[in-house]
């Protein structure tokens, strides 16, 4: 079983900064796409951003240009690098991670970190 955990979010001023981390654990054979997404209250969640492990990524329209996907294969880690935050951008993140580990095909969820907007 891969398991994924998250740190990093917080409170933070409109404007601001901050990056989430999520380190995924386990007998880990291979990690194909990783991403992140998010879920405000009263809303579906809604992908925010997803990398292969090629490197290929791609953004939702409203966090593109301000939001930055990456991440450390030898860590097995994602990042996202959050910039000019804006209240809209409250919501709980979650981290997922698909790909092969010692019990066949996996597809993970984070327990979700909460990242508030707010002056």
């Known amino acids: 079983q891969v398991q994924l955990v998250e740190s990093g979010g917080g409170l933070v001023q409109p404007g601001g900064s901050l990056t989430l981390s999520c380190a995924a654990s386990g007998v880990i054979f291979s990690i194909n796409g990783m991403g992140w997404y998010r879920q405000a209250p009263g809303k579906q969640r809604e992908l925010v951003a997803v990398?292969?492990?090629?490197?290929?990524?791609n953004y939702a329209d409203s966090v593109k240009g301000r939001f930055t996907i990456s991440r450390d294969n030898a860590k097995n880690t994602v990042y996202l690098q959050m910039n000019s935050l804006k209240p809209e951008d409250t919501a709980v993140y979650y981290c997922?991670?698909?790909?092969?580990?010692?019990?066949?095909?996996?597809?993970?969820w984070g327990q979700g970190t909460q990242v508030t907007v707010s002056s």
């Open positions: 997922n991670a698909a790909g092969s580990g010692l019990w066949g095909p996996y597809d993970s």
């Open positions: 990398i292969t492990s090629g490197g290929s990524t």
